[in-house]
């Protein structure tokens, strides 16, 4: 596919206004659903071969939520793209204002790997309803789904309204050569600075849904059971390959012991019923990302797990202990299965320490004490999070969802995604019946006194 003539093809479609009418929208979106339900085997086979993950993680953690969004956009679409009205002030009487929300035009999604279905449609998702053209660059790291995406979306939609591109960097950066009205990423941080570069040259807007280490703070008055039973969930779903997992914890010394037990029999319990770690559990991505896990892992502080099968690509639930700030593991993203553990003594100062970091994307709060919760909570920049759970925040689709500073610019899900995708057009409607006079020259004492009254 020459990128040009499809970038070319779409800004002409998108310029016979066909994707601005509603209807038009929902039909799409409603075929996008039916397309979702019918090719749902194939889609969990492609998965599966790409990195062994389940039917019951692929359908939790990316078809549940597409079909959610979808459901969402559907029902919600007429209202949200209503011009809404706005009050209009003394100034400008008898005039009425509102706001008309309006699609951007040709938009570019770039997916991450490690949910490629969800990742990658979500964003085309939103910004269809919003009435755009999409090009989707999934990832090319699973390249069964990768492959799987293009051949059903490609074959169901007309390539001037949704096209699947596959490729790695090199198409990337082709398609980034061209302007586009919105560009979605979601990637890690370095290539998204190459993407704010490539746009800034089209002065193309960008949304950028980054990673991060994401902190988890766990006090001493948490319900310990509880804590580790969703912190391990949180931390082990798709084997830590996850921007939103907890990337570390920072536990009270006091509970520090009694904690990691709790989280090596949750983790026993849940992945090593059967005697092995069981089908549940997903393996890593390529090899790169192996090794580059593998030296992550100090034998000298692993107090759980540490098993690793190179062949496999596995490797087990981890916990490292006494691990410090200054360790390689607590460097960047870990995004795999090893959870640091680091234990403070003094909230303040390890408060402290968090924010001399980047801002995370995520954070996560064990506690029952709801001063020190709206004390982090108040102290801490990060994305999004959620107290006494972690990941869950994002299945909520009131929630916006996205980082701030180094974890992302922008955010979507749910209406947010539709705004994400969406310039609102402010309109000034003015009658002719009624004109003030006073803004036209000759200026006059009395009507600089009239103006101060009417516009404070
Ligand atoms: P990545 O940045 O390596 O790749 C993301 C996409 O960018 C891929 O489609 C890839 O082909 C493309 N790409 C890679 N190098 C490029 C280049 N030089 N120029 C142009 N395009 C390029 O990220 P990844 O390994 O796929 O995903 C892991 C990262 O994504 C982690 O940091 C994770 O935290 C983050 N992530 C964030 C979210 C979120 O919603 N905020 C979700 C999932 C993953």
């Not at 960097?169 to 082709?174: K, L, M, N, W």
């Not at 995370?360 to 999004?384: A, D, M, Q, W």
């Amino acid at each position: 596919m020459d990128i040009k003539e499809l970038h070319s093809k779409q800004q002409t479609f998108f310029n016979s206004n066909k994707t601005k009418d509603v209807s038009f929208r929902i039909e799409q979106l409603k075929k996008f659903r039916k397309l979702i339900k019918e090719n749902e085997s194939e889609l969990y086979k492609a998965i599966f071969e790409d990195f062994g993950k389940s039917e019951f993680e692929t359908y939790a953690s990316e078809l549940s939520l597409i079909n959610h969004e979808i459901n969402l956009f559907i029902k919600n679409l007429k209202r949200w793209s209503k011009p809404k009205r706005v009050a209009t002030g003394l100034a400008n009487f008898p005039a009425k204002s509102y706001i008309i929300p309006e699609p951007l035009g040709v938009t570019l999604v770039i997916g991450a790997w490690n949910y490629p279905y969800q990742l990658s449609i979500l964003p085309t998702i939103s910004s269809i309803a919003a009435g755009n053209t999409v090009i989707i660059k999934p990832s090319e790291l699973p390249s069964k789904t990768s492959a799987v995406m293009a051949k059903i979306i490609n074959a169901s939609f007309p390539e001037e309204f949704i096209h699947v591109v596959e490729g790695g960097v090199a198409i990337s950066t082709e398609l980034l050569s061209h302007r586009f009205d919105k560009i979605f990423f979601t990637g890690s941080i370095p290539v998204g600075k190459i993407i704010y570069q490539a746009a800034a040259k089209h002065l193309s807007p960008v949304v950028l849904e980054l990673g991060g280490k994401s902190p988890t703070f766990v006090l001493s008055d948490c319900d310990i059971k509880m804590t580790a039973k969703r912190i391990v969930w949180a931390k082990f779903f798709n084997a830590g390959q996850t921007c939103v997992a907890p990337d570390y914890i920072l536990v009270e010394k006091s509970i520090e012991q009694k904690f990691i037990e709790t989280l090596s029999a949750k983790i026993e319990e849940f992945y090593k019923a059967k005697g092995d770690i069981n089908e549940n559990y997903v393996r890593i991505i390529n090899i790169n990302n192996f090794d580059r896990l593998e030296k992550l892992i100090d034998t000298d502080k692993v107090c759980f797990g540490g098993e690793i099968d190179k062949e496999n690509r596995f490797i087990s639930p981890t916990i490292l202990k006494n691990v410090s700030f200054d360790d390689e593991i607590m460097q960047d993203e870990i995004f795999g299965p090893i959870l640091p553990i680091l234990s403070f003594t003094n909230l303040d100062e390890v408060i402290a320490k968090v924010k001399q970091r980047p801002k995370p994307l995520s954070c996560y709060i064990y506690s029952k004490n709801r001063k020190t919760i709206s004390k982090i909570l108040h102290e801490v920049s990060f994305g999004g999070g959620a107290v006494n759970d972690s990941v869950m925040h994002l299945s909520n689709s009131n929630l916006p969802f996205g980082g701030v500073g180094l974890s992302g610019i922008g955010s979507y899900h749910g209406k947010f995604g539709f705004d994400t995708f969406s310039h609102f057009k402010s309109i000034l409607d003015k009658p002719l019946w009624f004109e003030a006079n006073i803004k036209y020259p000759p200026y006059s004492k009395n009507k600089l006194k009239l103006l101060k009254m009417l516009l404070k």
